[in-house]
Structure formats: C-alpha cells, structure tokens
C-alpha cells in the first residue's frame, strides 16, 4: 500500500481557506487506514501549532505527529551531520522548537549556524545582525528556498527570497534543507520510517515539491490547485507522474 508525502500549503489549503477536495482527500485516508504525513516547507509553525491550524479550518482527526516541516529537517540534518550546537535564528516558533528538541543552544552571539525560516515580524536590525553572525563565521542554513507564498489574500514573500539577500550579502552559499533537497526526504523517510520505493508525493508545486520527487525517484502526483497549472510542467520540464486538478480525483471508491 503506498504511502502519501503532502504538502501543505497550496494543496491542503490557502492561508486559512480550506481547499475541500483535499479534506475530502484526507478524509479518505484516515477512514480506509493509509499512512501519511504532511511534508511541508513552512517552517514557522511547530507540529501542534500546525495540527490546529488544520483543525481550525475544518480538517478532522489530524494529529501532530502527522505533521514533519522543513525546521524539522534542518535541526535533524544539522545535527546529524555537525558537532556544534550554537544557533542564531531568524525564524519562528517552529524552527526554535526544533531546534531547542534537538539540543541546540539559541544565542545572540558567536553562533555556530544562522538558521533561516520564514518569521514576518521581524526587521532591518534583526537581519543585518544575522548578517553579523554569518560574516563572524556561523554557517548559513535554509530550512526552505520557497520565493513565494499563497496566501488568502494572494503571494506574498517566501525564505527562499531572504536567504538569496543573505547568500548575496555575505558572499556565502546556504546549506539547503526543505524541498526539492535532499535533507528533507531523508529526514522524512527517517521520521516516518516508511520506505522510499512506497512513497507517494503529492503537491501543487512543480519546483519543489514534484522536484523533490523527480530528483530522488519518488512517484509523484501534481495538484493544480495552487502554485502550477498544467500548461506549467512543459514550460519548467518538470514531469509528474500524474496529475490532478483536485485530489477527490484520486480517490477508489
């Protein structure tokens, strides 16, 4: 039985407006005993503040532990693969939260990494202090390169944009994590412990989440509810393996 990776935003919903189909969708999957999780490049909420928000809305019977976000990823990637636990962060409550669970230490100075998610609060003296950060030595992570984001009252600004000022100010490549990169898949499959060659992928967004598919030999499945339409796949060359216009499509009754 396969196995779903779900993205968020633009597939299951748009700022706060439910998309239906989708919780129809997920409605489907709870009742007949699928195993998923939500994959999502936001990195601002933590699992239980992700959960609510769905439930909010109008999802049923979703759970935190259903939720594995680009923060996530970055403090497990991070982690795993560095010995050194000082962090400065631009971001939210999620990426905080990670990366407190992970033992990691949030300071203000001579920080090991600058970790970046999306935080809307925060200002012109917060970032060039990060710029500080970086420019004395801390190493620059992206929980996601996502330049825009759908909200209820259209795009708005997305991380991957300010990571770009970062990179450009500090002459500095990231460390990329959230989709299409590597990071985040092995952290899922990790997370979840499902198998790769079971894994489903299912988002509107050609350039990460059907990308992330494309890249690491995951079956995927377009919707074109939110970031790309049809006409989008040729202009990007970027193929999924089926498409849909709403995920009720993909329901077997």
Do not use: W
Request: proline share 2%; aromatic share 8%; net charge negative.
């Amino acid at each position: 039985m396969k196995k779903y990776l779900i993205d968020l935003d633009g597939t299951m919903y748009h700022g706060t407006k439910i998309i239906e189909d989708s919780k129809k969708f997920i409605d489907y999957l709870i009742d007949n005993n699928h195993d998923f999780i939500f994959l999502t490049n936001n990195s601002s909420r933590t699992q239980i503040q992700a959960c609510q928000h769905m439930l909010d809305m109008g999802y049923k019977n979703i759970l935190p532990e259903h939720f594995y976000t680009s923060a996530m990823a970055a403090s497990d990637h991070i982690k795993k693969h560095f010995d050194k636990r000082n962090a400065f962060v631009i971001g939210s409550d999620g990426l905080k939260h990670a990366l407190i669970n992970n033992g990691f230490n949030i300071v203000e100075n001579n920080s090991d990494f600058v970790f970046v998610g999306l935080n809307t609060n925060l200002n012109y003296t917060d970032y060039s202090k990060a710029v500080s950060e970086i420019l004395n030595g801390g190493i620059l992570v992206s929980t996601n390169d996502d330049r825009i984001l759908l909200t209820q009252n259209g795009p708005s600004l997305g991380n991957g944009s300010m990571v770009k000022m970062f990179e450009y100010c500090c002459s500095t490549n990231a460390i990329k994590i959230g989709k299409p990169n590597k990071a985040i898949i092995d952290g899922a499959l990790e997370y979840t412990k499902f198998l790769k060659e079971d894994v489903v992928i299912i988002g509107d967004n050609l350039q990460t989440d059907i990308l992330l598919g494309v890249n690491h030999n995951i079956k995927t499945i377009l919707v074109t509810c939110g970031v790309h339409k049809r006409s989008d796949v040729i202009a990007l060359n970027i193929l999924p393996d089926v498409i849909v216009d709403k995920l009720t499509d993909l329901i077997i009754e």
